[in-house]
């Protein structure tokens, strides 16, 4: 037997860059080769966006100051991040169908990093999401939305927003790795998406919820999120309303999101080593 | 050196041994085949040897380099084109193989050029901006063994090459795995078909259960089995009387399967005429009678008395998955 004296080979960090782009371009390519891909995801953000704030915003009162208390204003900002949530799954879906058709058994077969193959697709979904959140921004617009504050604190809201659905994209991964199938896959995505989504202040704020629920939709990270999102974008007088200061809010979405980041990503690569395609 | 080394592989799913103390080594430069029937435990020695999968016990390297110490070092030497292409429908061929290069570490230019080489060699120039989803099943083959040899890879896996793609598709594929051979590639191969092995194999390793069962060159193992065989079915009526001429010219009784009868055919043709003429002569007409090829199951037959068993043991959900399409 041939003894290998020789250390373990790693990828270097700039070889683990360029394959991150090699990957995230295959995939980006994706989305734009399968148009219908891009119209349903598209397509989805806006419906919620449209029923929202027809079906429901007549009856709901958010209770922000006069003058800012417009339904649109406070829906925006959440719709952004539940948009963000829900389009997170497409990293399940897409990572078990690349398992299915042998792609990442190819990948895993290469001497590249194996995290390219993960970062290369939570990547590709963050770009599309970005592709999202711009229709979606023409679509508040055409509905009364406004940047009270200006354009470029919306566009850091924007940001928080996409941060946080490329967080996601990693529990995406790890739920997607382990469940193996689309179709398990899609169904286990939303299982923690919904408690999180509608159990927070996307839709209403969470001051008219039970005591109990309350005390989790204020800490759990979508409300933070969707407040820091909302701290950005309404008017400057209804600020006081979230109960904390524009820049507490950001840190925390900030901490929520490296959190997610730090715990999701190692597990994904974990579940990706072991994943026997 | 030997492109491949492995000591007692043992790999377990559950209960099902799938490798049971697999040994085999080959030199660098030759093409070893690996024969045997579906869940014999090829595809699973082939995800071991590519670092897909890990071993449970046993050691293993690839051009001296240790697959359990070095997976990364092991990706670096080894090309895999696996039981199903896995190329991407939405991009283009050229695309395809392209990407794979850049994951190689090749340069942009130097993936480009080696994608047309490679395109070009494997008969795909022409077809090589179409997106894949446009392709036949045999194309899809061609181009995943293009990716895989765009990295010049030191040892090439090849599992199942040709399964389930059409004939004409399958000699094209011959040809372009005998042409690679030609240029010094280190092959190995897994098939169940023995023409297979036969046509493209140096060495073959006959694996069933989980274990090597025989190993030697594509004539020894024709010599243990005779080569040729003459196969005849009769009526019922005729069967005593079919088995003695036969077992008058074999000197030993006919291998009967089904309703057919056998004999090895050591002097081809020339046996074939005297079973003819034995068979007159006792005024027996044989429904049908041929001078055939051996195939796995009379490799089996002999090697281990039974036929070759095909039996689905999938690695996985998602194998099952693919197999389906």
């Known amino acids: 037997m041939t003894t290998d004296v020789r250390p373990r080979t790693r990828v270097p960090l700039r070889n683990a860059v360029t394959h991150t782009a090699v990957i995230t371009k295959r995939n980006v ?48 900002p959440g719709i952004l991040v539940q948009s963000a949530a829900f389009g997170a799954t497409a990293t399940a879906l897409g990572l078990t169908e690349d398992l299915g058709a042998g792609v990442i058994d190819r990948f895993r077969s290469l001497p590249i990093a194996r995290s390219a193959v993960l970062a290369g697709r939570t990547l590709a979904d963050l770009v599309r999401n970005t592709f999202v959140f711009s229709l ?112 507490t809010l950001i840190l925390q979405s900030l901490a929520w999101i490296a959190a997610i980041i730090a715990v999701f990503a190692p597990l994904s690569v974990r579940q990706y080593k072991r994943a026997v395609g | 050196m030997n492109a491949v080394e492995t000591h007692n592989i043992v790999k377990t799913f559950g209960d099902i041994r799938a490798l049971d103390g697999v040994s085999i080594q080959f030199e660098e430069g030759i093409v070893y085949g690996l024969l045997g029937p579906n869940g014999a435990g090829k595809t699973t020695l082939i995800r071991v040897l590519t670092t897909l999968l890990k071993p449970d016990s046993g050691s293993a390297s690839v051009v001296g380099v240790d697959l359990i110490a070095d997976p990364v070092g092991v990706r670096r030497k080894v090309g895999l084109a696996g039981q199903f292409a896995a190329v991407d429908e939405y991009q283009t061929g050229r695309e395809n ?32 901006d179409r997106q894949v989803k446009t392709y036949s099943g045999g194309m899809r083959r061609k181009l995943d063994l293009a990716a895989s040899m765009v990295g010049r890879p030191e040892v090439l896996f090849l599992d199942e090459p040709t399964t389930g793609i059409d004939p004409a598709s399958r000699i094209d594929l011959w040809d372009l795995i005998a042409e690679m051979v030609e240029g010094g590639t280190t092959l190995l191969l897994t098939t169940q ?64 399967q089904g309703a057919s009868l056998s004999i090895p055919a050591p002097d081809g043709s020339r046996t074939l005429t005297a079973v003819v003429r034995e068979l007159d002569s006792a005024a027996i007409e044989p429904r049908d009678i041929a001078l055939r090829k051996p195939t796995l199951n009379d490799v089996f037959l002999t090697l281990t008395g039974h036929k070759a068993e095909n039996k689905d043991r999938p690695v996985s959900a998602a194998s099952r998955r693919r197999g389906r399409n």
């Open chain 1, 29 to 76: 390519l994706r989305f734009i080769r399968i148009p219908q891909l891009l119209l349903f995801s598209t397509v989805q953000p806006v419906m919620f966006l449209l029923l929202f704030n027809f079906v429901f915003g007549g009856a709901i009162t958010t209770g922000t100051p006069a003058g800012s208390d417009q339904y649109i204003n406070w829906l925006m």
């Open chain 2, 193 to 256: 078909y023995l023409e297979e092995a036969d046509r493209l194999a140096d060495r073959i390793g006959v694996i069933d259960h989980g274990k090597l069962i025989a190993e030697g060159t594509s004539d020894e193992l024709k010599a243990t089995l005779g080569g040729d065989v003459v196969e005849i079915h009769v009526h019922d009526d005729d069967r005593a009387l079919a088995v003695e001429c036969l077992t008058r010219i074999a000197g030993e009784e006919p291998t009967a």
């Open chain 2, 97 to 128: 193989v392209e990407m794979v290069g850049r994951l190689y570490n090749l340069s942009k230019a130097e993936a480009r050029s080696r994608a047309d080489d490679v395109l070009e060699r494997i008969r795909l120039a022409d077809d090589a």
């Open chain 1, 136 to 247: 979606m921004l023409v679509v508040g617009y055409l509905m009364g939305w406004r940047f009270e504050q200006g354009f470029w604190k919306m566009a850091v809201g924007f940001g928080v927003a996409l941060l946080f659905g490329y967080s996601f994209s990693w529990v995406m991964a790890a739920i997607g790795l382990a469940v193996k199938t689309p179709e398990a896959a899609q169904a286990a995505g939303f299982l923690p998406i919904f408690p999180l989504v509608f159990a927070s202040s996307i839709f209403v704020p969470t001051s008219s919820m039970p005591d109990w629920l309350q005390t989790f939709a204020e800490f759990q990270p979508i409300t933070v999120v969707a407040n820091t999102v909302r701290s950005l974008m309404i008017p400057e007088e209804a600020l006081g309303f979230l109960g904390l200061d524009q820049g």
